[in-house]
């Protein structure tokens, strides 16, 4: 009783001398962990906000309203498509400005506009002939020099030999702006239009076509045999040291590097199979290898988590093993396969290495209309702006890395909410 | 795993036979272009103007490197194999041996014009540089002769070469030796650098090129030349960091950069259009592509998209090539090449 008591004071006394020391502890982890987090939002905040304040720029574009006289003595309806529209629009421009006379000086002016102007000029005309012989008001993009002098991006103040537009086009810019002819709205031809090599028409569409009809075909694969691979392992594989090998196997193989299967899918499936370069289906197919290791493991821990006793309860009613893994194991553990495959697709979206190899970084004016044509994907895309001279692909780049995020995030905000939505607990 | 393994291989070998199906139904109908970064900005625009002004399926355009799409090149005949390729160098006697032994026996060549090789430097740099090619040399080379002897290059600074020059540190941001620039630098610069340099004249090994070639190739491996990846912005963007540090890049980089940058006089001369097309300007490279006889009239649109490339519009000076940088040939070297390129002439054995 005695010694009972001594012992509780000392344990008591030990206690009380050392929780400070152990609260201070505490309190440093606390501090330690929000520390952490700070770092990130940190790390991520300048990531977003240096992309964001270098990419805004390239949401809008500066157009121009002019009106554009059809002249019939250009433009012959009968032999269209062809026909001189640049002259149409350089005698629209020479409207505006009389004072122009040289050819050099005309060409100059020209340049104001967008290369792609004179294109969108006929098809205009091809598609209603009626506007020939009258004068059309037409809402056109500016090329890329003056994109970036509306936007401040060119410095005034810079020798005249150092700047991309001289005093004059920078005077007559002035002018055309203060007659109030000059917008910039919503640049729709970012996501709208394929590659180009002028900034101001250079869009996201044939990657983004390029990147839905790779992740559909890696879903098509990756998706069924991942699920396959998980329920044979998971639901009928013996435990044993084979069991254990493909186990680890699988956890290597989705810690291979990305650019390995590239180079795989360029001997394989590009060598040997004689498939096309640069086709969304061999993309498709390279990403699907990358994922496949990710639907497995997240297949197999959804499928785990599930309590035995909903599968000895189907046991006991005379279900067939086959019959409890289609009837309530697979039903119950999909919200979880599915958060796991649709984060393995988020890494694939993202992922450029194997892309690169198969040739999937090249530079093709039109999207593609199916897996079999030529194409780019996002990040390839991205990585192809960055490459390009221009000035106005520094700002491009920035804001395909942004959409390429939006999309990133709309993928995972869709995981979570899966799990949130449909996730029991036991 | 064997299961793993067979579902995989199963699926793999269902979805390949069902692509090779669906693409032997389809005859391509999109021209296939690999080869030189340098050459792509050009080919990019004459296949976005052929297709914006024939409404034919657009090409597809991929930059590979001049070697890489050599090789890509002469893998074959057929509709698996690219019909063009760019190349910032004429096409090596190993690279047409392969083509000759792989039955791609009918090529043309077709020299498009010159690119200029410029160094440049951050407009922040208050000097005035105006190096001479034996200065370049003396400053990037892995050896150059000391004291009589062939030595580890030990300039750090470029007033150790030439006191006249300004005391900073020598640091040149440089393309690898995958690429058709470095061997186009190493060539144009470095070597004729290597000639002129008294020590080695006096020994009268500059008239031995094999000598050259095999002493003077090297660039420095310990700090001063950095090779910098095929990016060229990220260049451009580090000069701009860095004030003294130089970089070595084509004419178009530098013309699309001049308010940041300017360039490094050689031998007194600035890189501009005139001086890269007469020749003033001592480094500058000739600019080739090379297409497949075989496959015009057969690939849709592939003898247009030549002459396309071939038209005045597109090749002569103020044309829309010379817009991005390419300078043109003289009038007649043109008249003749495009005769030639578009007939088809068969290239000579190199």
């Given at each position: 009783?005695v010694?009972d008591?001594?012992?509780?004071?000392?344990?008591?006394?030990?206690?009380?001398?050392?929780?400070?020391?152990?609260k201070?502890?505490?309190?440093?982890?606390?501090?330690?962990g929000?520390?952490?987090?700070?770092?990130?939002?940190?790390?991520?905040f300048?990531l977003?906000?240096?992309?964001f304040f270098?990419?805004?720029?390239a949401?809008?574009?500066t157009?121009a309203e002019?009106?554009?006289?059809?002249?019939?003595?250009?433009?012959?309806?009968?032999?269209l498509p062809r026909?001189?529209f640049?002259?149409?629009?350089?005698?629209?421009?020479?409207?505006?400005?009389?004072e122009?006379?040289?050819?050099s000086?005309?060409?100059?002016?020209?340049?104001?506009?967008?290369?792609g102007?004179?294109?969108?000029l006929r098809?205009?005309?091809?598609?209603?002939l009626?506007?020939?012989?009258?004068?059309v008001?037409?809402?056109?993009?500016l090329?890329?020099p003056?994109?970036?002098?509306?936007?401040?991006?060119?410095?005034?103040?810079?020798?005249?030999?150092?700047?991309?537009?001289?005093?004059?086009?920078?005077?007559?810019?002035d002018?055309?702006?203060?007659?109030?002819?000059?917008s910039?709205?919503f640049?729709?031809n970012l996501?709208?239009?394929?590659?180009?090599?002028?900034p101001?028409?250079?869009?996201?569409?044939?990657?983004?076509?390029?990147?839905?009809?790779?992740l559909?075909?890696?879903?098509?694969?990756s998706?069924p045999?991942?699920?396959?691979?998980?329920?044979?392992?998971?639901?009928?594989?013996?435990?044993?040291?084979i069991s254990d090998?493909?186990?680890?196997?699988?956890?290597n193989?989705?810690a291979v590097?990305?650019?390995v299967?590239?180079?795989?899918?360029?001997?394989v499936?590009?060598?040997?199979?004689g498939?096309?370069?640069?086709?969304p289906?061999?993309?498709?197919?390279?990403?699907?290898?990358?994922?496949?290791?990710?639907?497995?493991i997240?297949?197999?821990?959804?499928?785990?988590?599930i309590?035995?006793?909903?599968?000895?309860?189907?046991?006991?009613?005379?279900?067939?093993?086959?019959?409890?893994?289609?009837g309530?194991?697979?039903?119950?553990a999909?919200?979880?396969?599915?958060?796991?495959?649709?984060i393995g697709?988020?890494?694939?979206?993202?992922?450029?290495?194997?892309?690169?190899?198969?040739?999937m970084?090249a530079?093709?004016?039109?999207a593609?209309?199916?897996?079999?044509?030529?194409?780019?994907?996002?990040?390839t895309?991205?990585?192809?702006w960055?490459?390009?001279?221009?000035?106005?692909?520094?700002?491009?780049?920035?804001?395909?890395?942004l959409?390429?995020?939006?999309?990133?995030?709309?993928?995972n905000s869709?995981?979570i909410?899966l799990?949130r939505?449909?996730?029991r607990?036991? | 795993?064997?299961?793993?393994?067979?579902c995989?291989?199963a699926?793999?070998?269902?979805?390949?036979?069902?692509?090779?199906?669906?693409?032997?139904?389809?005859?391509?109908d999109?021209?296939?272009i690999?080869?030189s970064?340098?050459?792509?900005?050009?080919?990019?625009?004459?296949s976005?103007?052929f297709?914006?002004?024939?409404?034919?399926?657009?090409?597809?355009?991929?930059?590979?490197?001049?070697?890489?799409?050599?090789?890509?090149?002469?893998?074959?005949?057929g509709?698996s194999?690219?019909?063009?390729?760019?190349?910032?160098?004429s096409?090596?006697s190993?690279?047409y041996e392969?083509?000759?032994s792989?039955g791609?026996?009918?090529?043309?060549?077709?020299?498009?014009?010159?690119?200029?090789?410029?160094?440049?430097?951050?407009?922040?740099?208050?000097?005035?540089?105006?190096?001479?090619?034996?200065e370049?040399?003396?400053a990037l080379?892995?050896?150059?002769?000391?004291?009589?002897?062939?030595?580890d290059?030990?300039h750090?600074k470029?007033?150790?070469?030439?006191?006249?020059?300004?005391?900073s540190?020598?640091?040149?941001?440089?393309?690898?030796?995958?690429?058709?620039t470095?061997?186009?630098?190493?060539?144009l610069?470095?070597?004729?650098?290597?000639?002129?340099?008294?020590?080695?004249?006096?020994?009268?090994?500059?008239?031995?090129?094999?000598?050259?070639?095999?002493?003077?190739?090297r660039?420095?491996?310990?700090?001063?030349?950095?090779?910098?990846?095929e990016?060229?912005?990220?260049?451009?963007?580090?000069?701009?960091?860095?004030?003294t540090?130089?970089?070595?890049?084509?004419y178009?980089?530098?013309?699309?950069?001049?308010?940041t940058?300017?360039?490094?006089?050689?031998?007194?001369?600035?890189?501009?259009?005139?001086?890269?097309g007469?020749?003033s300007?001592?480094?500058?490279?000739p600019?080739?592509?090379?297409?497949?006889?075989?496959?015009?009239?057969?690939?849709?649109?592939?003898?247009?998209?030549?002459?396309?490339?071939?038209s005045?519009?597109?090749?002569?000076?103020g044309g829309y090539?010379?817009?991005?940088?390419?300078?043109?040939?003289?009038?007649?070297?043109?008249?003749?090449?495009?005769?030639?390129v578009?007939?088809?002439?068969?290239?000579?054995?190199?």
């Amino acid at each position: 009783m005695v010694a009972d008591k001594i012992g509780h004071t000392a344990i008591s006394d030990i206690v009380a001398a050392n929780l400070p020391r152990r609260k201070r502890k505490q309190g440093i982890l606390v501090i330690l962990g929000i520390g952490a987090i700070l770092t990130a939002f940190l790390m991520l905040f300048i990531l977003v906000s240096s992309l964001f304040f270098s990419g805004y720029h390239a949401f809008t574009q500066t157009h121009a309203e002019i009106d554009v006289f059809v002249d019939p003595e250009v433009i012959d309806a009968n032999k269209l498509p062809r026909g001189n529209f640049r002259e149409l629009l350089t005698n629209a421009l020479i409207e505006i400005f009389p004072e122009v006379e040289s050819r050099s000086e005309k060409t100059e002016l020209y340049r104001m506009l967008s290369h792609g102007t004179q294109f969108q000029l006929r098809d205009m005309i091809v598609s209603d002939l009626s506007v020939i012989g009258t004068t059309v008001t037409m809402k056109v993009p500016l090329s890329d020099p003056f994109d970036q002098l509306n936007k401040g991006l060119i410095d005034r103040k810079t020798p005249e030999e150092q700047r991309r537009v001289n005093n004059q086009q920078i005077s007559q810019f002035d002018r055309l702006s203060a007659t109030g002819v000059i917008s910039a709205p919503f640049n729709w031809n970012l996501l709208t239009n394929p590659d180009s090599r002028f900034p101001e028409l250079a869009g996201l569409r044939g990657a983004l076509i390029g990147s839905f009809w790779a992740l559909l075909i890696c879903f098509l694969l990756s998706f069924p045999v991942g699920i396959g691979a998980a329920i044979y392992l998971e639901e009928f594989a013996p435990k044993n040291r084979i069991s254990d090998l493909i186990e680890v196997s699988i956890n290597n193989l989705a810690a291979v590097p990305s650019v390995v299967f590239g180079l795989l899918a360029l001997a394989v499936f590009i060598g040997w199979f004689g498939m096309p370069r640069s086709a969304p289906f061999v993309g498709g197919m390279t990403l699907a290898l990358m994922t496949m290791p990710t639907v497995i493991i997240a297949a197999r821990a959804a499928m785990k988590s599930i309590p035995n006793s909903i599968r000895e309860a189907a046991l006991g009613v005379g279900a067939s093993r086959q019959q409890v893994v289609f009837g309530h194991v697979l039903p119950l553990a999909m919200p979880g396969i599915l958060t796991g495959t649709i984060i393995g697709l988020a890494q694939a979206l993202g992922e450029t290495a194997p892309l690169l190899l198969i040739g999937m970084n090249a530079f093709i004016t039109s999207a593609p209309a199916g897996p079999f044509d030529s194409s780019t994907a996002l990040p390839t895309q991205i990585f192809i702006w960055a490459d390009s001279p221009e000035r106005g692909f520094v700002s491009r780049t920035s804001a395909a890395i942004l959409v390429l995020l939006g999309f990133l995030i709309a993928m995972n905000s869709l995981a979570i909410f899966l799990r949130r939505q449909f996730e029991r607990n036991w | 795993m064997l299961l793993l393994n067979e579902c995989a291989k199963a699926g793999v070998i269902g979805l390949a036979a069902a692509a090779v199906g669906a693409v032997a139904a389809s005859a391509r109908d999109q021209i296939q272009i690999v080869g030189s970064s340098t050459v792509f900005p050009y080919t990019q625009a004459v296949s976005e103007q052929f297709s914006n002004m024939s409404g034919a399926a657009s090409p597809v355009v991929e930059s590979t490197g001049t070697g890489g799409g050599m090789k890509l090149f002469c893998a074959g005949i057929g509709e698996s194999h690219p019909d063009l390729t760019g190349a910032s160098r004429s096409m090596k006697s190993s690279e047409y041996e392969l083509c000759q032994s792989n039955g791609v026996t009918d090529v043309t060549e077709a020299l498009i014009g010159f690119d200029g090789l410029s160094i440049a430097i951050s407009r922040d740099n208050s000097a005035d540089w105006d190096l001479t090619l034996e200065e370049i040399f003396l400053a990037l080379a892995a050896q150059i002769p000391v004291d009589g002897k062939m030595q580890d290059n030990p300039h750090q600074k470029w007033s150790d070469i030439n006191p006249d020059l300004p005391d900073s540190p020598i640091l040149a941001f440089g393309p690898p030796p995958t690429s058709g620039t470095r061997d186009a630098f190493v060539e144009l610069a470095m070597h004729v650098g290597c000639e002129s340099h008294p020590w080695i004249k006096e020994q009268g090994l500059a008239e031995d090129s094999g000598w050259v070639k095999e002493n003077c190739s090297r660039m420095r491996q310990d700090g001063p030349f950095v090779e910098a990846g095929e990016n060229d912005n990220l260049i451009v963007q580090r000069l701009n960091a860095d004030t003294t540090a130089m970089g070595i890049f084509g004419y178009s980089f530098l013309y699309e950069n001049l308010d940041t940058l300017k360039p490094v006089k050689i031998n007194g001369v600035s890189p501009d259009v005139e001086t890269i097309g007469d020749n003033s300007y001592p480094i500058s490279r000739p600019l080739y592509f090379y297409t497949k006889n075989a496959h015009r009239g057969v690939i849709q649109g592939l003898q247009e998209f030549i002459e396309e490339y071939m038209s005045e519009e597109a090749l002569a000076p103020g044309g829309y090539l010379s817009e991005r940088g390419l300078v043109a040939l003289n009038d007649s070297d043109r008249a003749a090449l495009q005769e030639a390129v578009i007939t088809g002439q068969t290239m000579n054995a190199k």
